[in-house]
Nanobody, 125 residues
Framework: QVQLVESGGGLVQAGGSLRLSCAPS????????MGWFRQAPGKEREFVAA????????YYTRSVKDRFTISRDNAKNTVYLQMNSLQPEDTAVYYC??????????????????WGQGTQVTVSS
């Protein structure tokens, strides 16, 4: 089993920044992807960003590209989501997820095997 623990959410004013962290623990894999999703009230969970642990390839949804950066620290076994220029529409619960798919960068929730509990991000106008 894999446990994912997110941290770093909070309340920020529009234009501000936050950094989310996620540290997977438990069962290990030789190759996997890490992703961030978010779910706003009354909306479906949506893909935000993904990173391949080996190689570091990344992919973003269009609405966050150039504002958000996903990265990983191999030594700390931690993935980050740096969020800049936050807007009220970024308000959501953000989830960290792990996918064991060997090829590509998964962008749909069904391609991810393990999920964190979520962390709230609220952006005030």
């Amino acid at each position: 089993q894999v446990q994912l623990v997110e941290s770093g959410g909070g309340l920020v004013q529009a234009g501000g920044s936050l950094r989310l962290s996620c540290a997977p623990s438990g069962r290990t894999f030789t190759s996997y992807n890490m992703g961030w999703f978010r779910q706003a009230p009354g909306k479906e969970r949506e893909f935000v960003a993904a990173i391949r642990w080996i190689g570091g390839s990344t992919y973003y949804t269009r609405s966050v590209k150039d504002r958000f950066t996903i990265s990983r620290d191999n030594a700390k076994n931690t993935v980050y989501l740096q969020m800049n220029s936050l807007q009220p529409e970024d308000t959501a619960v953000y989830y960290c997820a792990l996918s064991t798919l060997r090829d590509g960068l998964p962008t749909t929730s069904t391609e991810y095997n393990f999920w964190g509990q979520g962390t709230q991000v609220t952006v005030s106008s």
